[in-house]
Structures are given as C-alpha cells and as structure tokens.
C-alpha cells in the first residue's frame, strides 16, 4: 500500500493534473504529470470500466500498479502528482510486464 502523503486522492487534484499536466504515453498506460510543491511524489490511478466491466478485476489492476509504484517509490527524487490511466488490454498482462512498463516510463519520464 502506498503511504498516505504518496496518494492523490482529491478529485481537485485529479482534475488539475489532467488539465495542466503533461502526458506520456505507453502501450498499456498513460502518464500524467504535474509537478507540485509539497515534499514527495503522490500518485493516483484510473481503472475505467472500457478495461473491465467486473470491479473486482479493476481493484486487482490497481493493486498491481499501487506495487509496481511502490518498488519504484524511494527513487523518485522529483515533487510531481502523477495519474496512471490505464488502457483496455492491461487486464491480461502480468504483474512483472506491469511493473517493467511502470519502471521504463518513469524511467523516460526522468523521475528516477
């Protein structure tokens, strides 16, 4: 689980990140950054109903990506938000290919 001062939970928040952030985006998922002025990064993620219609497949999305970006956590050096927006086709790739394509466009993204 992500800490607490590391989640974008305001739909405020959201909603600025999509509007003045830049984005990049991956096969699988699309990045949105916006940097902030707190102390640390905070993300959010995105699991649309176009990925799955069943809940229970979008929280097990979003648990793989929370840990994908756990992993990658205590390299970020940069105070950004980010939104994870995912693709339909996610739903079927593996946690480690899930977790290589966060580390590359992170990576891409010069945070780490």
Known sequence: MLPKANRLTKKTDFDLVFKKGESLKNDSLIFKILNNHLTGPRFGFVVSKKVSN??????????RLRKAVLDNLKSVKKSVDVVVVTLPGIEKKEFLEIKNAVSKTLQKLKLI
Not at 54 to 63: D, E, H, L, P, Q
Request: aromatic residues 0%; positive net charge.
């Open 54 to 63: 069943k809940a229970t497949v979008r929280n097990k999305i979003k648990r």
